[in-house]
């Protein structure tokens, strides 16, 4: 077996890769600022790239800064936040921009303990934040970082299903010692899983690590552990619940409660669909049997 690739071994090859492959993404230039970063992590979550970067834009146009979206109603953020999916990311940004306001002077905070107080931003938020919007040294380990260091340091096809301390100390380990440095590596790696070291259909011979991978030098080996099952989308809740906040959000006001839930055949699914969504804080109900956005 051979051994798996240094640290060393792997920057010397994907930093370079990075540099002349990296997409030009209006968050990672040099003009960015930590609000931008911080937005783009959390729209980010579970959604590609091409949904978000017209809707980041938006928001950056008509919230700059976190006092903007703060000024702004919670109902203006999920209207905004178009068919991102998961529009409760959309109420925490405003949390998030209230607290920046109210706690922090206005300015996203700089330290990763600092930055998980924040609501809605957890452990991944806030290093990718430090990381990328302030240059530190933080360890940022998303899907595609897992798959990448899975792949090329430990010669498995997938990582497990869920983070582990040992994927953890492993980013860690492969960290640049200098901060700006080790702030590009991770955005490189993400790169290099985003557009080469894909799940489904990898492009060993456009990567710039195929001479050392230890997957691809054991023979690419199978997947061996539970199967992957991508999530299904009709008939469950979360596209229930999408019909309702859509109808909502392009709705010039309250929208009648008979009316709102006609967006569903199944009585009990739209039912408990809209309990949720009032508990969640998306929607609010008025007298009369009539709905809205949070305002």
Same mark, same amino acid.
């Given at each position: ?109 700089? %330290? #990763?303990?600092? *930055?998980? &107080?924040?609501?809605?931003?957890? !452990?991944?938020?806030? +290093? $990718? /934040?430090?990381?990328? =919007? ?31 301390? %040992? #994927?953890?100390? *492993?980013? &860690?380990?492969?960290?640049?010692? !200098?901060?700006?440095? +080790? $702030? /590009?590596?991770?955005? =490189? ?107």
């Amino acid at each position: 077996m051979r051994p798996a690739p240094t640290a060393g071994v792997l920057h010397e090859l994907v930093l370079p890769w990075y540099a002349e492959q990296q997409r030009d993404l209006p968050w990672r230039r040099p003009d960015r600022s930590p609000w931008g970063v911080l937005v783009s992590e959390v729209m980010l979550q579970q959604t590609p790239v091409a949904r978000v970067l017209p809707v980041w834009e938006r928001w950056m146009e008509l919230w700059p800064a976190p006092a903007d979206l703060a000024a702004a109603s919670p109902g203006d953020a999920v209207r905004e936040w178009g068919r991102l999916g998961y529009p409760r990311r959309a109420l925490r940004l405003h949390a998030a921009a209230t607290a920046i306001r109210d706690l922090h002077g206005g300015a996203v905070p700089d %330290a #990763e303990e600092t *930055l998980r &107080t924040l609501p809605g931003v957890g !452990d991944y938020t806030a +290093a $990718a /934040v430090a990381a990328f =919007a302030f240059g530190r040294r933080a360890t940022v380990v998303d899907t595609n970082v897992r798959r990448v260091h899975a792949r090329a340091v430990t010669g498995a096809a997938l990582p497990a299903p869920s983070l582990t301390r %040992a #994927e953890v100390a *492993l980013a &860690t380990s492969l960290l640049p010692d !200098d901060d700006a440095e +080790a $702030a /590009v590596w991770h955005v =490189a790696v993400m790169e290099l899983g985003a557009l080469v070291c894909t799940a489904r259909a990898p492009r060993c011979g456009a990567c710039p690590v195929a001479t050392v991978c230890a997957w691809r030098l054991a023979g690419s080996p199978a997947h061996d552990g539970p199967p992957r099952r991508g999530q299904r989308w009709e008939g469950t809740d979360r596209q229930c619940r999408g019909r309702m906040v859509q109808l909502l959000r392009e709705a010039p006001g309250p929208v009648e409660g008979e009316r709102l839930r006609a967006v569903w055949p199944d009585e009990a699914q739209r039912d408990r669909c809209l309990d949720a969504l009032v508990a969640d804080g998306l929607v609010e109900p008025l007298e009369g049997d009539r709905y809205r956005l949070p305002v």
